[in-house]
């Protein structure tokens, strides 16, 4: 399922028990943000992944930058930081590159150094999967948080090479994922 996370809780609670996997396109760990760009409030988004990770689902969580709008780097830290202590550090985080379009036509496509250090921050902060979208990048495949081995090369939306056996590292480590 992919979803913005925002549901009331009732609904949320009985919806997730049927569903395997979410990725949660987070908009901004920022509350004007939510409600300037949205007309929402961050606050149930927040409740809502911390529900989805209680109910033992797995997620991942998409952040698309936006120029200006929300590529702080000091509030990327601070989203990065929630997710590790709230959802945690095996939790995937994918930052995806933003191109102008509908009604975001005057803003120009996220720089690829913008994205690169999302990713480095991300990883500062001890966030094991971390990858960078919508543009080719040496940042779209999975390492192991133990050893560094590359297990999961990817390019673009293929697969080019996968080293992992039952969900695990060949140097033993177990890697967070649903492997079925």
Known sequence: MVTNAFINKAPAKELYRYIDGVNVDFKAFSESFYKKVCGANLQPVLDTIKLIKKAGVWIEITNLIIPTLNDN???????????????????PLHFSRFFPDYKLRDIPPTPQKTLSKAYEIAKDIGLNYVYIGNMVSD?????????????????GFQILENKLKNGKCPCGEKISGVWK
């Open 73 to 91: 780097p000091e509030i990327i830290k601070e989203m990065c930081k929630w997710i590790s202590n709230y959802v945690g550090k095996d939790t």
């Open 139 to 155: 940042k779209e495949s999975t390492f192991c948080p133990r050893c560094g081995t590359l297990l999961i090369k990817r390019f």
